[in-house]
């Protein structure tokens, strides 16, 4: 007990005389004396000039520290006088006596009119590499040889466990710090900052504010930011967490949207580094109307990070986000469109891959799901992998008004005024197609666009080494089917494409109706397929490099807007000069059993030569060719009277049986489509002329000759019946005579008596 109080009373005493000492040094010392001993070990260090304009205050007991005046750092050779570092005043002081215990009790930090300059010269060195070589330690060994060797190492710290801290709290004012990059010409300047804190202590949540202003010529911005939360630190557990974060933010200038931009983020955050994991919940950021909420967890810090996480947003109105943005709302047909929408997902990722699952996204009446992957982020293009559904979706509300057009059917010039010729180079991002890698599905349930209406669309999405295809491509449509496939090939330097389809089932009526918003001129139940390629990088290439083959085929239909057996009625009452026949009531078609068409396209130009239509008044044949490129059409249809029935005048075209009529169409693209039925009819008038008098001739000569024989046969008839008429007559009369003799010879009997 003796020895150990002895030892208290020796440590105590010479606590005493170290405590003495240092008093004397702080309070007999003017540590102001040494401020050209500290400039000169700077420069010596650093090679910069150090001015101590302010006093140095320092304090020993019961706090230890130092209070530091205006001071400043010049800066490296070539950046300018402005100095690299400055403040205005620092003040740092720790509690002596609790440091025996480790324990570290340090009173309010202040740090004021902090100013850094930081420059990046056109080459890339900086204005502080210099102090960063300086930050090493250079010694000289000699070895086995008397050789010369620098050995540099880095000064490193060390440090104690720490069994308590408490600090008054932690003031930085008016702190600014300047950025200019010669190389890029950008530049910043963060200005104003503030930042403080309450009182610290381990294991307890303290308060921490923050606020500054960032400003830049060269991106045309000014921002004010603020924030604020709740702290608390966890040595032994290695738990830090942020409650309560809130981060807003008021910016302006030309490099925004709209030239302005508010948002607010808000987030709890735990620091959980001896489990390296980081949890983020309550997340949520509000900008441009839009309020996302969700919350996230990144796990494998130090080794492979990894994020996950579910986010979801308020309904916001797209129309009033394009306004907010800056950015002119789409013209659509239907003006309510773009009202509402909202966003929920899932999110997965590491340095090497990222997921979205539970993809939600509602549009107006809209609702899309899916999922997407992108397997690797190595590439400058990563791949992507998706599966995409929507529920129902009217595109052609979402599309621009349809142009009213005039009575002539003449539509508006372009806007531009800007002439095509088709030889324009269609831009495709060839380089950019040919690191595609795509795999992925779209599914729709039900689709309308340009009034046709789709459903159960199936339509997947490869892409890979420059090819880009549309694979297995399925829909229902109209009580019919379609399957078909289209590609995009870039792999060489004009691009090639191609098209299949098949569509059966359909109905044509409907379809067409649909399609071109009037009557429909094609009925009945068909299948049409086609298998077409083409290759070239303008219109004009692209049309004459169509080649490939198309059929259709329909049954019980009717070609509707033109009346074949009417027309021909019409033209034999015309030759024969007797009144025109009235027109059918009803719709004017031509009704048919079956109709098939098919043809080739080379080099453009659609031939084909095996119409065929069949009905029971008629039969269509046709034969011709469209020319795309020369936008012309030289076709020609051959009616032949095959039948008469009561149905659509066929008793009127009895003496035309067997009498075929050559239709030609022909024109250009722009007459057709003027006046279609005009130049058909405009065409087919001489040649239905020429054949009807021909048939009518003739048919004259042949009723001639019988009529001819029938007259002379009677003829021949006549002549006997008028020899035997004849003959009696004569004989009667000469009875008549021999009797008026015999009365006469009686009278004159009588008379002479």
């Not at 008028?722 to 009696?728: R, T």
């Amino acid at each position: 007990m003796k020895l150990l109080k002895w030892l208290l009373g020796t440590v105590a005493v010479l606590v005493l005389i170290i405590g003495v000492g240092i008093a004397a040094l702080v309070y007999l010392v003017d540590w102001n004396d040494f401020k050209d001993t500290i400039q000169n070990q700077v420069k010596k260090q650093t090679g910069r000039d150090l001015q101590i304009t302010g006093d140095l205050s320092p304090s020993v007991f019961p706090w230890a520290g130092i209070s530091i005046g205006e001071i400043s750092l010049a800066n490296a050779t070539g950046y300018g006088d402005t100095p690299f570092a400055s403040i205005d005043s620092a003040d740092v002081k720790v509690k002596l006596l609790p440091l025996i215990k480790r324990e570290i009790n340090v009173r309010t930090v202040q740090l004021k009119g902090l100013q850094l300059d930081l420059q990046q010269a056109s080459d890339g060195s900086t204005n502080w590499d210099d102090l960063l070589t300086s930050a090493t330690t250079t010694t000289t060994k000699v070895d086995e040889n008397n050789t010369d060797t620098q050995v540099t190492k880095e000064v490193e710290g060390s440090s104690a466990t720490i069994a308590a801290l408490s600090v008054g709290g932690i003031e930085i004012l008016d702190a600014n710090v300047s950025w200019k990059d010669a190389a890029t010409g950008t530049d910043a300047l963060l200005s104003g900052f503030n930042l403080t804190t309450g009182a610290i202590e381990l294991e307890k949540p303290f308060a921490l504010n923050v606020d500054f202003s960032i400003a830049s010529q060269s991106m045309d911005l000014n921002a004010d930011i603020s924030g604020a939360g709740e702290l608390m630190i966890d040595l032994d557990s290695q738990v830090y967490s942020v409650k309560g974060l809130t981060l807003t933010t008021d910016a302006k200038g030309g490099a925004l949207p709209a030239g302005q931009l508010v948002a607010t983020l808000g987030a709890d955050v735990t620091a959980q580094l001896a489990e390296d994991t980081v949890d983020v919940s309550s997340l949520s950021l509000s900008t441009l109307g839009i309020e996302l909420g969700g919350a996230m967890t990144v796990t494998n810090l130090e080794t492979d990070p990894a994020i996950s996480g579910q986010f979801s947003s308020n309904e916001f109105s797209p129309r009033e986000l394009f306004e907010k943005l800056g950015i002119e709302a789409p013209v659509t047909a239907d003006e309510s469109v773009l009202s509402k929408a909202s966003l929920e997902l899932a999110l997965a990722a590491t340095p090497a891959s990222a997921a979205l699952t539970d993809l939600k996204i509602t549009l107006d009446d809209t609702h899309f799901t899916g999922e997407a992957s992108v397997p690797s982020l190595a590439g400058e293009i990563p791949p992507i992998r998706f599966d995409f559904a929507v529920d129902s979706i009217d595109l052609d509300r979402y599309l621009p008004p349809v142009s009213e057009a005039g009575d002539e059917g003449d539509t508006p010039a372009p806007e531009s005024g800007v002439a095509t010729t088709g030889d324009e180079v269609i831009e495709l991002p060839a380089e950019m197609m040919r690191q595609l890698d795509i795999d992925g599905t779209f599914r729709v349930g039900d689709v309308k666009i340009s009034n046709l209406t789709t459903r159960d669309i199936v339509i997947p999405v490869k892409a890979a080494g420059g090819k880009l295809a549309l694979q297995d491509m399925q829909a229902q449509l109209y009580e019919g089917k379609f399957d078909g496939t289209a590609s995009i090939d870039v792999t060489g330097n004009t691009p090639k494409f191609g098209v299949t389809m098949d569509l059966a089932g359909i109905k044509a009526e409907p379809l067409l109706a649909d399609l071109l918003q009037k009557d429909s001129f094609l009925s009945g139940g068909g299948e049409v397929s086609a298998n077409i390629t083409t290759a070239g990088n303008t219109v004009n290439s692209i049309t004459a490099g169509l080649n490939g083959q198309f059929a259709t085929a329909f049954t019980d239909g009717s070609i509707n807007g033109i009346n074949i057996g009417y027309q021909i009625r019409r033209a034999k009452a015309l030759l024969s000069g007797k009144s025109l026949p009235e027109e059918e009531a009803g719709s004017v078609k031509t009704d048919f059993s079956s109709l098939a068409v098919g043809g080739t396209f080379t080099d453009g130009v659609m031939n084909s030569d095996d119409l065929d239509m069949r009905s029971p008044l008629l039969r269509l044949s046709g034969t011709g060719q469209v020319d795309l490129p020369g936008e012309n059409v030289d076709y020609t249809m051959t009616t032949l009277i095959s039948g008469t029935t009561q149905g659509q005048g066929g008793a009127d075209l009895e003496s035309l049986k067997g009498v075929k009529l050559d239709i030609p169409i022909r024109g250009t693209f722009d007459e057709l489509s003027a006046n279609f039925a005009g130049v058909i009819f405009s065409g087919m008038k001489d040649n239905i002329t020429g054949n009807l008098k021909n048939q009518a001739k003739a048919l004259a000569d042949e009723k001639a000759a019988e009529l001819k024989a029938q007259a002379d046969e009677l003829k021949k008839a006549n002549e006997a019946e008028l020899k035997e008429k004849e003959a009696e007559l004569k004989k009667q009369a000469e009875e008549a005579a021999d009797k008026a003799v015999d009365q006469a010879k009686d009278k004159l009997k009588g008379l002479f008596k």
